[in-house]
RNA sequence: GCCCGAGUGGCGGAACUGGUAUACGCGCACGACUUAAAAUCGUGUCUCGUAAGGGAUGUGGGUUCGAUUCCCACCUCGGGCACCA
């Protein structure tokens, strides 16, 4: 027998597997149907380290073991290649983007060629692709022309907004909208002009333009979303990606209304058989907050300040209000508010304070507006208004009641001598009486402690009550917020899809026709960023005079539809057809890394629910399942970078161990999951195991295997099908080991026996077991063979191993028939010779047997 | 500060639903083969103890006949959110 020659066998099957196109997915309607999907990469110029395939390889074993099981796969692979990790790796170099992509994917595809991956690269996708990119403008269209009706609970054209205007107004609307809506009737509507409709149609969008406080990032020129932020060793705000400082800056953007679907995105995610610590990511990150919102009447000038709280039941002890800087009352009472002039002056303060200087919780600072008091609706009670700039505009109503329950507050009341009262406790369960002891703890210089709760009411229950009844006199309601906000969809760089929308002159804004698609990026010379706030297509001459919208849009956009796209990749009407859509329904088995859980994930999902509710799709949420990778961390327990010198290339352990061995050992390295170190010593055990896998050819002969190999043959098939389909791929691995190592003790090795072997062992290693399985001679691939099924009656063992326990410390064992009756077996151990030395002259109180595992003497 | 997750040999890790802790692999030690080395194969390898036996799954308690597994408190590490009312 030769010896295994990795380098031969690995070049002349992947030949043969690419000539006979065995993983090519089928367009037919074969209805077990299995859709495994990798996230996709963007092409990085430094190429791939050991840590990057291991996800693939994950997913390729459960798709050929899928493919065995009978399944039509859909495993496909592309490249997510606009953005700014490519245009900064293209500036970087000074090559175009275009080439850059291009050249990173050339290297990409050489390096994931030689691991044996399944993929039907017929399928692939790149979003740069103008043939790609005119279905991301289709659908960005889509949701521009769209709104979102709370009441249906789903997205609609914006005609159908546009004919509820005309006929009523907006004024019984309940739509998520921009929230400094007025309210007009039918008969305006029609009154408004082309500017002013568009304006309040703006509003409604989808997708719209506004005006906000966004992250902008000077040294990349372009604004930031918040999941593509992040803070650094000092606590200042930079971009992930490069880590440059980011400053907040108010500017006119495009966005996406995400918040509009804030509750599906929570509710959907029960759905899902995602691991329980991203779900947990994402309801973190959409922040639903329930509770009230609470009206302070204003004393003498009218009206009254909005207020949201989760407490409203410490309303009682509530003594002042807080107004963030910005909050528009007091522009709006600028007379009525006598230090004025001293408020403009804290604000001024305000604004030129630093990132770190603003977060500083140890640190309150705020003013008092002198001659404004509101009414507490709850006491009755006047009191004061303060500005502060712990208090955030943009969440709730961007104002607080203040109470002493609150650190913040309490902070705040301390260093300003502001009165305080702690919890009230009501004398009996009518919430009027509590009243009466407000006014003691007033008394009392400020601050009373007088602990207690409401009187057989948890805080829960008391907080339902008292919204009821400040409800009953219009002066709460329960409200619902939400942390998460609307999405930043424009970027000021060149490397993006083009936003398929024109302005004319007098700014009317008209949208692109689906036969006008794609809107082709221009191919410019010069795309470096511009540094004025401007995109590098405000640059472009013949751009700007048609009217394009000069802002690109970011990276995610390309990314939250391929899944979609490669159900139907070459489609030229359609972003998919109706029948691949229904064919395939959702991702079944979505394999990457946890990191995208607040960006990729969420806007994919976003999207998703949109095209739903848009009838586009039949399914609800993109990827059913989804295992998340753990890094591969250096040898050295750090990130693998070539600022550390500590990147493993996979081509040198594909050139010296084979790419076999590489599949084997990632698989088998530890828990899927879990960030891991490399290790350059540990890797040789893999190896080993495939050395030993190919010397057994040696024994194989067609004499039956002996019944207790038989049964360990049959446990491996079970264990290893279990272990697999729960991405348990480490102890899969360990249970083969233990089988290779039985079957070396044996003389011969049944041939039929052997196979089923190499079966399970295939989709790990896919080289090695195609050469041994025709060797064996077979004539077809043994990845379109079928998995192999175990025997029930062979993995189960008439004599079984217990051991015994005297008060739970094992003192002997034995070997007994599975079907032994308890009674026999208590027989049997007590007069086990390992066993009577510790209970002799003892009273027996128990005898516990669980069946087939062990027995236990209670002495 | 709040919310998750994890702590097991020299190392990566295994252990079903509470039932023989340390499977499998690496490393190490010894042995076989070899002129020798590599490769390969075999034996051993948690710890204290000559042994009988005792002690160990981050620490301390609890529940149980029995706890890595369940409960409580704490410590350490990793992740997420964060002046979010």
Same mark, same amino acid.
């Given at each position: 027998?030769?010896?295994?020659?990795?380098?031969?066998?690995?070049?002349?099957?992947?030949?043969?597997?690419?000539?006979?196109?065995?993983?090519?997915?089928?367009?037919?309607?074969?209805?077990?149907?299995? +859709?495994?999907?990798?996230?996709? $990469?963007?092409?990085?110029?430094?190429?791939?380290?050991?840590?990057?395939?291991?996800?693939?390889?994950?997913?390729?074993?459960?798709? &050929?073991?899928?493919?065995?099981?009978? +399944?039509?796969?859909?495993?496909?692979?592309?490249?997510?290649?606009?953005?700014? $990790?490519?245009?900064?790796?293209?500036?970087?170099?000074?090559?175009? $983007?275009?080439?850059?992509?291009?050249?990173?994917? /050339?290297?990409?595809?050489?390096?994931?060629?030689?691991?044996?991956?399944?993929?039907?690269?017929?399928?692939?996708?790149?979003?740069?692709?103008?043939?790609?990119?005119?279905?991301?403008?289709?659908?960005?269209?889509?949701?521009?022309?769209?709104?979102?009706?709370?009441?249906?609970?789903?997205?609609?054209?914006?005609?159908?907004?546009?004919?509820?205007?005309?006929?009523?107004?907006?004024?019984?609307?309940?739509?998520?909208?921009?929230?400094?809506?007025?309210?007009?009737?039918?008969?305006?509507?029609?009154?408004?002009? /082309?500017?002013?409709?568009?304006?309040?149609?703006?509003?409604?969008?989808?997708?719209?333009?506004?005006?906000?406080?966004?992250?902008?990032?000077?040294?990349?020129?372009?604004?930031?979303?918040?999941?593509?932020?992040?803070?650094?060793?000092?606590?200042?705000?930079?971009?992930?990606?490069?880590?440059? !400082?980011?400053?907040?800056?108010?500017?006119?953007?495009?966005?996406?209304?995400?918040?509009?679907?804030?509750?599906?995105?929570?509710?959907?995610?029960? &759905?899902?058989?995602?691991?329980?610590?991203?779900? =947990?990511?994402?309801?973190?990150?959409?922040?639903?907050?329930?509770?009230?919102?609470?009206?302070?009447?204003?004393?003498?000038?009218?009206? =009254?300040?909005?207020?949201?709280?989760?407490?409203?039941?410490?309303?009682?002890?509530?003594?002042?209000?807080?107004?963030?800087?910005?909050?528009?009352?007091?522009?709006?009472?600028?007379?009525?508010?006598?230090?004025?002039?001293?408020?403009?002056?804290?604000?001024?303060?305000?604004?030129?304070?630093?990132?770190?200087?603003?977060?500083?919780?140890?640190?309150?600072?705020?003013?008092?507006?002198?001659?404004? /008091?509101?009414?507490?609706?709850?006491?009755?009670?006047?009191?004061?208004?303060?500005?502060?700039?712990?208090?955030?505009?943009?969440?709730?109503?961007?104002?607080?009641?203040?109470?002493?329950?609150?650190?913040?507050?309490?902070?705040?009341?301390?260093?300003?001598?502001?009165?305080?009262?702690?919890?009230?406790?009501?004398?009996?369960?009518?919430?009027?009486?509590?009243?009466?002891?407000?006014?003691?703890?007033?008394?009392?210089?400020?601050?009373?402690?007088?602990?207690?709760?409401?009187?057989?009411?948890?805080?829960?229950?008391?907080?339902? /009550?008292?919204?009821?009844?400040?409800?009953?006199?219009?002066?709460?309601?329960?409200?619902?917020?939400?942390?998460?906000?609307?999405?930043?969809?424009?970027?000021?760089?060149?490397?993006?899809?083009?936003?398929?929308?024109?302005?004319?002159?007098?700014?009317?804004?008209?949208?692109?026709?689906?036969?006008?698609?794609?809107?082709?990026?221009?191919?410019?010379?010069?795309?470096?960023?511009?540094?004025?706030?401007?995109?590098?297509?405000?640059?472009?001459?013949?751009?700007?005079?048609?009217?394009?919208?000069?802002?690109?849009? $970011?990276?995610?956009?390309?990314?939250?539809?391929?899944?979609?796209?490669?159900?139907?990749?070459?489609?030229?009407?359609?972003?998919?057809?109706?029948?691949?859509?229904?064919?395939?329904?959702?991702?079944?088995?979505?394999?990457?890394?946890?990191?995208?859980?607040?960006?990729?994930?969420?806007? #994919?999902?976003?999207?998703?629910?949109?095209?739903?509710?848009?009838?586009? @799709?039949?399914?609800? =949420?993109?990827?059913?399942?989804?295992?998340?990778?753990?890094?591969?961390?250096?040898?050295?327990?750090?990130?693998?970078?070539? &600022?550390?010198?500590?990147?493993?290339?996979?081509?040198?352990?594909? #050139?010296?161990?084979?790419?076999?061995?590489?599949?084997?050992?990632?698989?088998?390295?530890?828990?899927?999951?879990?960030?891991?170190?490399?290790?350059?010593?540990?890797?040789?055990?893999?190896?080993?195991?495939?050395?030993?896998?190919?010397?057994?050819?040696?024994?194989?002969?067609?004499?039956?295997?002996?019944?207790?190999?038989?049964?360990?043959?049959?446990?491996?098939?079970?264990?290893?099908?279990?272990?697999?389909?729960?991405?348990?791929?480490?102890?899969? @691995?360990?249970?083969?080991?233990?089988?290779?190592?039985?079957?070396?003790?044996?003389?011969?090795?049944?041939?039929?026996?052997?196979?089923?072997?190499?079966?399970?062992?295939?989709?790990?290693?896919?080289?090695?077991?195609?050469?041994?399985?025709?060797?064996?001679?077979?004539?077809?691939?043994?990845?379109?063979?079928?998995? !192999?099924?175990?025997?029930?009656?062979?993995?189960?063992?008439?004599?079984?191993?217990?051991?015994?326990?005297?008060?739970?410390?094992?003192?002997?064992?034995?070997?007994?028939?599975?079907?032994?009756?308890?009674?026999?077996?208590?027989?049997?151990?007590?007069?086990?010779?390992?066993?009577?030395?510790? @209970?002799?002259?003892?009273?027996?109180?128990?005898?516990?047997?669980?069946?087939?595992?062990?027995?236990?003497?209670?002495?």
């Amino acid at each position: 027998m030769k010896n295994y020659d990795h380098k031969k066998i690995e070049k002349k099957w992947q030949k043969d597997w690419k000539e006979t196109e065995i993983y090519k997915t089928l367009n037919s309607s074969k209805n077990k149907k299995m +859709y495994v999907l990798d996230m996709f $990469p963007y092409p990085s110029g430094v190429g791939l380290h050991v840590g990057h395939p291991r996800g693939y390889i994950g997913s390729d074993v459960y798709a &050929r073991m899928k493919r065995m099981g009978g +399944y039509n796969v859909l495993h496909p692979m592309g490249y997510d290649a606009f953005g700014l $990790p490519a245009e900064q790796y293209a500036l970087q170099h000074k090559i175009h $983007p275009k080439k850059a992509v291009e050249e990173n994917v /050339k290297t990409f595809e050489r390096q994931l060629s030689i691991i044996g991956l399944s993929y039907d690269w017929s399928r692939k996708v790149n979003t740069t692709d103008p043939k790609y990119y005119k279905w991301t403008q289709w659908i960005f269209l889509e949701i521009y022309n769209s709104w979102y009706d709370n009441k249906k609970g789903k997205a609609r054209k914006i005609d159908e907004l546009v004919s509820i205007f005309e006929k009523t107004g907006n004024k019984n609307i309940n739509a998520s909208c921009s929230n400094d809506i007025s309210v007009f009737t039918a008969k305006n509507w029609k009154d408004f002009s /082309k500017k002013e409709k568009q304006d309040i149609l703006m509003k409604y969008r989808l997708a719209y333009e506004g005006y906000s406080e966004v992250n902008w990032c000077p040294q990349m020129g372009t604004v930031l979303a918040n999941d593509e932020i992040t803070t650094d060793v000092k606590g200042d705000i930079v971009s992930e990606r490069g880590g440059y !400082p980011v400053e907040k800056k108010s500017m006119r953007q495009w966005f996406m209304r995400i918040t509009a679907y804030a509750d599906r995105l929570i509710s959907g995610l029960d &759905r899902l058989e995602w691991s329980s610590h991203i779900k =947990e990511i994402q309801k973190n990150w959409i922040g639903k907050s329930e509770g009230a919102l609470l009206k302070f009447p204003v004393k003498n000038i009218g009206g =009254e300040i909005e207020v949201f709280t989760t407490r409203i039941d410490t309303i009682f002890s509530g003594t002042f209000l807080i107004l963030s800087p910005e909050h528009q009352f007091i522009n709006k009472n600028k007379i009525n508010i006598e230090n004025f002039s001293e408020f403009e002056k804290y604000l001024e303060i305000v604004k030129n304070k630093t990132e770190e200087e603003r977060i500083d919780k140890n640190n309150k600072t705020g003013i008092e507006l002198k001659g404004i /008091k509101v009414i507490n609706p709850a006491t009755g009670f006047e009191i004061p208004v303060w500005v502060s700039d712990f208090v955030i505009a943009s969440y709730g109503t961007g104002a607080v009641f203040a109470d002493a329950h609150d650190k913040r507050d309490f902070d705040m009341a301390k260093k300003y001598n502001i009165p305080l009262c702690v919890s009230i406790k009501p004398q009996d369960n009518s919430l009027f009486e509590k009243i009466k002891n407000f006014e003691e703890c007033f008394e009392e210089e400020g601050i009373l402690f007088n602990s207690g709760t409401f009187d057989g009411l948890t805080s829960k229950e008391a907080r339902s /009550k008292i919204t009821e009844w400040l409800a009953s006199k219009k002066l709460a309601s329960k409200t619902i917020k939400y942390k998460m906000r609307d999405a930043v969809f424009a970027r000021q760089r060149y490397w993006g899809e083009p936003i398929p929308l024109k302005h004319d002159k007098d700014g009317i804004i008209s949208d692109l026709k689906l036969k006008n698609l794609p809107l082709e990026l221009p191919n410019v010379k010069s795309y470096e960023i511009m540094g004025t706030g401007e995109s590098p297509l405000a640059g472009v001459k013949s751009w700007v005079k048609e009217g394009y919208e000069t802002n690109t849009m $970011p990276g995610w956009a390309g990314s939250s539809w391929y899944f979609i796209r490669y159900m139907d990749p070459t489609n030229n009407k359609e972003f998919a057809s109706k029948k691949a859509i229904d064919y395939w329904n959702q991702v079944d088995m979505y394999v990457g890394g946890a990191e995208h859980a607040t960006g990729h994930l969420l806007y #994919s999902r976003f999207w998703n629910n949109f095209l739903y509710d848009m009838g586009y @799709i039949s399914f609800k =949420e993109p990827f059913k399942k989804m295992k998340n990778i753990g890094m591969v961390l250096a040898t050295d327990g750090r990130k693998m970078s070539k &600022r550390w010198n500590n990147v493993v290339n996979p081509d040198d352990i594909v #050139s010296n161990y084979g790419a076999d061995t590489l599949r084997v050992y990632e698989m088998f390295m530890g828990p899927f999951d879990q960030s891991l170190p490399w290790s350059t010593e540990s890797i040789i055990g893999s190896r080993r195991f495939l050395d030993k896998v190919f010397r057994l050819q040696n024994k194989i002969s067609n004499k039956n295997s002996n019944i207790e190999i038989e049964k360990v043959f049959h446990k491996t098939i079970k264990k290893v099908s279990e272990d697999i389909e729960n991405f348990s791929f480490n102890t899969a @691995i360990s249970s083969m080991m233990v089988l290779v190592n039985e079957m070396e003790k044996n003389e011969n090795i049944n041939k039929k026996d052997f196979k089923m072997f190499l079966q399970i062992l295939a989709p790990f290693a896919p080289h090695i077991t195609e050469e041994i399985w025709q060797n064996l001679g077979e004539k077809r691939s043994i990845h379109t063979s079928s998995w !192999p099924k175990y025997d029930k009656k062979k993995i189960i063992d008439d004599m079984i191993k217990i051991a015994i326990q005297v008060n739970g410390k094992v003192r002997s064992e034995i070997d007994i028939n599975k079907d032994i009756s308890e009674e026999k077996i208590k027989k049997i151990v007590i007069n086990d010779k390992n066993v009577v030395a510790w @209970i002799e002259n003892k009273l027996i109180k128990r005898i516990i047997y669980v069946k087939g595992r062990i027995v236990n003497i209670v002495v």
